[in-house]
């Protein structure tokens, strides 16, 4: 077949996000990838400069919509860095519990994904039902499935009961047992293996050199988690990151699927040493001041970096999301890749092109 | 007769397409969570065809901002007709939180017009299976030859 | 911030970051802040082992400002986000979007991110106003 | 005279009816198996009732024609079948529709169905052959290609063909576009080439096409039920076993692409039917 220019997107039934890629195709074969952003940009940096600091956690959850607590904690442990507000610890615990719940509805919902790229249509159903028992988890014990909107600066707005933490652990028993009953499939199924094994190889020093982030970089077999700066309680957990060395498609998955089995460890850590105390300190004034704030996104590192003038205003917010350093992985994978693996490459790195374009 | 069963089928058998118009994927997983086994719109016959020449109902979510606008009129423009289109969530609606910032249009009726608005934020999946159910409504209540235009 | 920050001049700057590079720090971002009238500020974060390093460039609105792409390619997509909201221009980009990686030349016409406003089309259109009240006369359909 | 008659009639009425009866128990049978309920029974109809009326929109007048000769071809080889007429000329009759089908794709100039199209000829490519060797091997056992013999056969084939049904299962798999298969087009949409061969077709076309694609499965199940023709329960019991099969296989399996497929048929598939060719041939 001759050169032909496919445009991937920005709607597409493999993307469920607008990015544009340019393919240019010989014989099946890629040879040029270029991608084209700016169908999800809304500038919702520039609107710190225009809201209350307070309310920017609210805009910040909607960076994404899959890790939105996540983005907001980070958030508010910047500001709070900035003011010096000590958080009870009893909120530390409740945020490092609902931010694994994230992770954990987050890397189900990429797995599904992922293998609904390789046509695996019922292992794609049978994770997305798993995932809804995580999201009940969320909607019990916040009030909403995915934005859930806990975090405020000083602490959390919501407290666990008693009755609600046995409850948590009998469902993560379930999900647990759910999710070993799947992994066999998913990472020994002959079918699987041969559309992931092998696909998409980043070695150790591309992925340091390309400054990847996440687990995309864990699967190259760099050891580097954010979790690890132990903000949160994660300090107070015991805490090995997930680490691959193959670098392709199938190590990504391996490394997202075990983190899934890591965070149900981390909140069953979390929920038995939980500390009893108040759940926020009131804010009183204004920060100055600047800072960079971490954290670990189910993407990877989640990078805030927060300038204040000591007006309701922030001087300046900006946020650089682990999707964004992971773009450039896809330019360095895909040349050289059939049609047929497009959608796994590029959902290996798992594209949010909100939180990349913000 | 045969008028009568095209019309019967065509609330049966709604296609969706589905476009993210600058969302923050709350109400994209939200859809998307919609086609698993705990929702299952296949009941109702409903697929995410993901082809814009075979959908009978654009679900649009998010905000439009200038670059998707010409995404979202083109494909409004590919469906054959008769078609409806369904905002999904508060920034599909209005532009939410995000309608101060510098790069968003507003509400998706900004551009295309709609016929259903389903609230939330996100949008819970059965407020979307409602919204696409009451849109099929329309579908009924739509003369022949009416189209659905462009804004 | 309690991290280290090297204040280095534009000419220096390509020459810092790959001492960097060798020393095996990894590129995280740049992030870029408007200084005072005429000037913008850029921080360039690194990290190695969880600790981070910043370097803090000041340079003229306008100037062009040399690109690290050679050093770090992953540097492209950022340098390109600043080109389009704040107006700047690097020399020897990679993959350089002509400042439409985000935004088209016809729909919004001031880079965002300015107080004070640096226009990006020059003539009648440009308007010096910040850039939420330029909203509202140039947004809508 | 008036038998033909009546199996023209059966063979045109039963193609869709059957197919589309047969298309919607495979959603609900696949919906169970995702633990979904999945839609009702008569899910298909109601999906070409509508896309029937849809508004005509066409990327050209060939397009149209081929979608008009897919249709005309398969149901003329289904009626072929039904008139117990020579397997060979079924099976010919039947490709010319495959490859109408591909012509009307070629014609858009979209590449998701330009690469389609591509996909959809190196399939014809792999399953040919294989249905070729089917036929070869009912002919060295029965000593005819017709299927007016077949009937009266007293053992089923299925005891000295055992190799060759499994090789029309591959056929089948591709035919049917199950995983690992679904390379061309695949029903649920979520694939790098959106629908692939069937992309452009819209509309009433599209609707033609599904059409034709129920007169294929029914003619694809029809030969599966040579295998067991003498005992109507058995064919029945053939029959459902292999589709359900179908269903099992492709709810286990991710989506290959076209050098495996093309590799692993041919090698198999040969393999299996030159097998049983020899054994035919010595026993």
Same mark, same amino acid.
């Given at each position: 077949?001759l050169k032909?220019?496919?445009?991937?997107?920005p709607q597409?039934?493999?993307?469920?996000?607008p990015?544009?890629?340019?393919?240019?195709?010989?014989d099946e074969?890629?040879?040029?990838?270029?991608?084209?952003?700016?169908?999800?940009h809304?500038g919702?940096?520039?609107?710190a400069h225009?809201?209350?600091?307070?309310q920017?956690?609210?805009v910040?959850e909607?960076?994404?919509?899959?890790?939105?607590?996540i983005?907001?904690?980070?958030?508010?442990q910047g500001i709070?860095?900035?003011?010096g507000?000590e958080v009870p610890p009893?909120?530390?615990?409740?945020?490092?519990?609902?931010?694994?719940?994230?992770?954990?509805?987050?890397?189900?919902?990429w797995?599904?994904?992922?293998?609904?790229?390789?046509?695996?249509e019922s292992?794609?159903?049978?994770?997305?039902k798993?995932?809804?028992?995580?999201?009940?988890?969320?909607?019990?014990t916040t009030?909403?499935?995915?934005?859930?909107?806990?975090?405020?600066?000083g602490?959390?707005?919501?407290d666990?009961?008693?009755?609600q933490i046995s409850w948590?652990?009998?469902e993560l028993?379930?999900v647990e047992?759910?999710?070993?009953?799947?992994?066999?499939?998913?990472?020994?199924?002959?079918?699987?293996?041969?559309?992931?094994?092998?696909?998409?190889v980043?070695?150790?020093?591309?992925?340091?050199?390309?400054?990847?982030?996440?687990?995309?970089?864990?699967?190259?077999?760099?050891?580097?988690?954010?979790r690890?700066?132990?903000?949160?309680?994660?300090?107070?957990?015991d805490?090995?990151?997930?680490?691959?060395?193959?670098?392709?498609?199938?190590?990504?998955s391996?490394v997202?699927?075990?983190?899934v089995?890591q965070?149900i460890d981390?909140?069953?850590q979390?929920?038995?040493?939980?500390?009893?105390?108040?759940?926020r300190?009131k804010?009183?004034?204004?920060?100055?001041?600047?800072?960079?704030?971490r954290?670990e996104q189910?993407?990877?590192?989640?990078?805030?970096?927060?300038?204040?003038?000591?007006t309701?205003?922030?001087e300046?917010?900006?946020?650089?999301?682990?999707?964004f350093?992971?773009?450039?992985?896809?330019?360095?994978i895909?040349?050289g890749?059939?049609?047929?693996?497009?959608?796994?490459?590029?959902?290996?790195?798992?594209?949010?092109?909100?939180?990349?374009?913000? | 007769?045969?008028?009568?069963?095209?019309?019967?089928?065509?609330?049966k058998s709604?296609?969706?397409?589905?476009?993210?118009c600058s969302?923050?994927?709350?109400?994209?997983?939200?859809?998307?969570?919609?086609l698993?086994?705990?929702?299952?719109?296949?009941?109702?016959?409903?697929i995410?065809?993901?082809n814009?020449?075979?959908?009978?109902?654009?679900?649009?979510?998010?905000t439009?901002?200038y670059?998707?606008?010409?995404?979202?009129?083109?494909?409004?423009?590919q469906?054959p007709?008769?078609?409806?289109v369904?905002?999904i969530?508060?920034?599909?609606?209005?532009?939410?939180?995000?309608?101060e910032?510098?790069n968003v249009?507003?509400g998706?009726?900004k551009?295309?017009?709609?016929?259903?608005?389903v609230t939330?934020?996100p949008?819970k999946?059965?407020?979307?299976?409602d919204?696409?159910t009451?849109?099929?409504?329309?579908f009924?209540?739509?003369?022949?030859?009416?189209?659905?235009?462009?804004? | 911030? #309690?991290?280290? %920050?090297?204040?280095v001049s =534009?000419?220096?700057?390509?020459g @810092? $970051?790959?001492?960097?590079?060798v020393?095996?720090?990894?590129?995280?971002?740049?992030?870029?802040?408007?200084?005072?009238?005429?000037?913008?500020?850029?921080?360039?974060?690194f990290?190695?082992?969880?600790?981070?390093?910043?370097? #803090?460039v000041? %340079?003229p609105?306008?100037? =062009?400002?040399p690109?690290?792409? @050679? $050093?770090?390619?992953?540097?492209?997509l950022?340098?390109?986000e600043?080109?389009?909201?704040?107006?700047?221009?690097?020399?020897?980009?990679?993959?350089?979007?002509?400042?439409?990686?985000?935004?088209?030349?016809?729909?919004?016409?001031v880079?965002p991110?300015?107080?004070?406003?640096?226009?990006?089309?020059?003539g009648?259109e440009a308007?010096?106003?910040?850039?939420?009240?330029?909203?509202?006369s140039t947004?809508?359909? | 005279?008036?038998?033909t008659?009546?199996?023209?009639?059966?063979?045109l009425?039963?193609?869709?009816?059957?197919g589309?009866?047969?298309?919607?128990l495979?959603?609900?049978?696949?919906a169970?198996?995702q633990?979904?309920?999945?839609?009702p029974?008569?899910?298909?109809?109601?999906?070409?009732?509508?896309?029937w009326?849809?508004?005509?929109?066409?990327?050209?007048v060939?397009?149209?024609?081929?979608?008009?000769?897919?249709?005309?071809?398969?149901?003329?080889?289904?009626?072929l079948?039904?008139?117990?007429?020579?397997?060979l000329?079924?099976?010919?009759?039947?490709?010319v529709g495959?490859v109408?089908?591909?012509?009307?794709?070629?014609?858009?100039?979209?590449?998701?169905s330009?690469?389609?199209?591509?996909?959809?000829?190196?399939?014809?490519?792999?399953?040919?052959?294989?249905?070729?060797?089917?036929?070869?091997?009912?002919?060295l056992?029965?000593?005819?290609?017709?299927?007016?013999?077949?009937?009266?056969?007293?053992?089923?084939?299925l005891?000295?063909?055992p190799?060759?049904?499994v090789?029309?299962?591959?056929?089948?798999?591709?035919?049917?576009?199950?995983?690992?298969?679904d390379?061309?087009?695949?029903?649920?949409?979520?694939?790098?080439?959106?629908?692939?061969?069937?992309?452009?077709?819209?509309?009433?076309?599209?609707?033609?096409?599904?059409i034709g694609?129920?007169?294929?499965?029914?003619?694809?199940?029809?030969?599966?039920s040579?295998f067991?023709?003498?005992?109507?329960?058995?064919?029945?019991v053939?029959i459902?076993t292999?589709?359900?099969?179908?269903?099992?296989?492709?709810?286990?399996?991710?989506?290959?692409?076209?050098?495996?497929?093309?590799?692993y048929v041919?090698?198999?598939?040969?393999?299996?039917?030159?097998?049983?060719?020899i054994?035919?041939?010595v026993?």
């Amino acid at each position: 077949m001759l050169k032909t220019v496919i445009p991937f997107g920005p709607q597409h039934p493999v993307l469920p996000e607008p990015l544009h890629l340019q393919l240019t195709v010989e014989d099946e074969v890629i040879t040029e990838a270029i991608p084209a952003l700016g169908f999800v940009h809304r500038g919702l940096e520039m609107l710190a400069h225009i809201r209350d600091f307070h309310q920017v956690t609210q805009v910040v959850e909607r960076v994404c919509g899959i890790c939105s607590m996540i983005h907001a904690m980070c958030y508010c442990q910047g500001i709070e860095a900035i003011m010096g507000i000590e958080v009870p610890p009893r909120a530390t615990f409740l945020r490092t519990i609902w931010s694994e719940l994230h992770r954990m509805h987050s890397h189900l919902l990429w797995l599904g994904l992922f293998a609904d790229s390789f046509g695996f249509e019922s292992l794609f159903m049978q994770l997305w039902k798993i995932r809804e028992k995580v999201l009940d988890l969320n909607e019990a014990t916040t009030g909403n499935r995915i934005i859930v909107s806990v975090n405020l600066i000083g602490g959390v707005r919501r407290d666990l009961a008693p009755e609600q933490i046995s409850w948590i652990l009998a469902e993560l028993a379930e999900v647990e047992q759910d999710i070993n009953r799947l992994g066999s499939t998913l990472l020994t199924d002959y079918t699987v293996k041969k559309r992931t094994v092998g696909k998409g190889v980043i070695t150790k020093d591309k992925a340091f050199e390309l400054g990847l982030a996440g687990p995309t970089l864990r699967a190259s077999g760099v050891c580097q988690d954010m979790r690890m700066l132990g903000y949160a309680a994660f300090d107070e957990l015991d805490f090995e990151p997930v680490v691959e060395t193959e670098g392709d498609c199938h190590a990504r998955s391996k490394v997202r699927f075990r983190e899934v089995r890591q965070s149900i460890d981390l909140i069953r850590q979390a929920l038995s040493r939980i500390a009893q105390s108040e759940i926020r300190t009131k804010v009183k004034g204004r920060p100055q001041g600047e800072t960079v704030c971490r954290v670990e996104q189910p993407r990877g590192e989640l990078f805030y970096y927060i300038k204040a003038d000591g007006t309701k205003n922030l001087e300046r917010l900006r946020i650089r999301t682990p999707t964004f350093a992971n773009i450039p992985a896809l330019l360095s994978i895909l040349p050289g890749m059939w049609l047929s693996d497009v959608p796994v490459a590029v959902l290996s790195i798992d594209p949010c092109i909100s939180c990349t374009e913000r | 007769m045969f008028k009568k069963l095209i019309q019967k089928a065509r609330v049966k058998s709604p296609w969706l397409l589905h476009y993210d118009c600058s969302s923050c994927n709350g109400c994209d997983i939200e859809v998307l969570a919609c086609l698993t086994p705990v929702y299952d719109i296949e009941r109702f016959g409903i697929i995410n065809v993901g082809n814009p020449m075979h959908a009978d109902i654009l679900l649009v979510t998010g905000t439009v901002n200038y670059r998707s606008r010409k995404v979202l009129l083109n494909l409004f423009n590919q469906m054959p007709d008769p078609k409806l289109v369904v905002a999904i969530g508060t920034c599909a609606l209005s532009g939410g939180i995000f309608r101060e910032a510098y790069n968003v249009i507003g509400g998706v009726d900004k551009v295309i017009a709609v016929d259903v608005y389903v609230t939330g934020c996100p949008a819970k999946p059965e407020a979307i299976i409602d919204g696409v159910t009451l849109g099929l409504n329309r579908f009924t209540q739509r003369k022949e030859g009416k189209k659905a235009h462009a804004r | 911030m #309690r991290d280290e %920050v090297i204040s280095v001049s =534009p000419d220096n700057l390509v020459g @810092a $970051v790959a001492k960097l590079k060798v020393e095996g720090y990894r590129f995280v971002t740049l992030s870029c802040m408007q200084g005072d009238v005429n000037t913008v500020v850029i921080l360039y974060h690194f990290d190695k082992d969880l600790v981070l390093k910043h370097l #803090r460039v000041r %340079v003229p609105a306008d100037g =062009p400002l040399p690109s690290i792409t @050679a $050093v770090y390619f992953a540097a492209f997509l950022v340098e390109n986000e600043i080109q389009d909201l704040f107006g700047l221009r690097f020399s020897g980009l990679a993959v350089d979007y002509e400042r439409t990686l985000y935004l088209d030349g016809g729909e919004v016409k001031v880079t965002p991110f300015c107080k004070y406003t640096v226009a990006k089309i020059q003539g009648d259109e440009a308007k010096s106003l910040p850039a939420s009240a330029d909203r509202h006369s140039t947004g809508g359909s | 005279m008036t038998d033909t008659a009546v199996f023209i009639f059966i063979g045109l009425i039963a193609g869709p009816l059957l197919g589309g009866l047969v298309s919607g128990l495979d959603r609900i049978v696949t919906a169970r198996l995702q633990s979904r309920i999945g839609p009702p029974l008569w899910q298909p109809f109601y999906d070409v009732v509508k896309l029937w009326g849809k508004e005509k929109t066409v990327v050209n007048v060939w397009q149209a024609f081929c979608a008009y000769c897919y249709v005309a071809a398969t149901s003329i080889a289904l009626v072929l079948f039904f008139l117990k007429s020579d397997l060979l000329l079924i099976l010919f009759t039947q490709a010319v529709g495959a490859v109408f089908l591909v012509v009307g794709a070629l014609a858009s100039t979209s590449p998701f169905s330009q690469v389609g199209a591509h996909r959809e000829l190196l399939q014809i490519l792999s399953y040919e052959p294989l249905l070729v060797f089917v036929a070869v091997g009912i002919y060295l056992e029965t000593g005819s290609f017709k299927i007016a013999g077949l009937d009266t056969w007293n053992e089923p084939l299925l005891m000295k063909l055992p190799f060759l049904f499994v090789v029309l299962g591959y056929a089948l798999t591709i035919k049917l576009r199950k995983s690992p298969f679904d390379l061309s087009t695949s029903h649920h949409a979520h694939q790098e080439l959106v629908k692939g061969l069937l992309t452009d077709y819209s509309g009433p076309f599209l609707a033609l096409t599904e059409i034709g694609h129920w007169y294929e499965t029914v003619l694809m199940l029809g030969f599966c039920s040579l295998f067991w023709a003498n005992n109507w329960i058995a064919m029945m019991v053939l029959i459902l076993t292999t589709y359900f099969l179908e269903v099992l296989i492709d709810n286990v399996s991710a989506r290959m692409n076209w050098r495996w497929m093309l590799g692993y048929v041919w090698a198999m598939g040969l393999t299996l039917s030159v097998v049983n060719l020899i054994w035919l041939y010595v026993g």
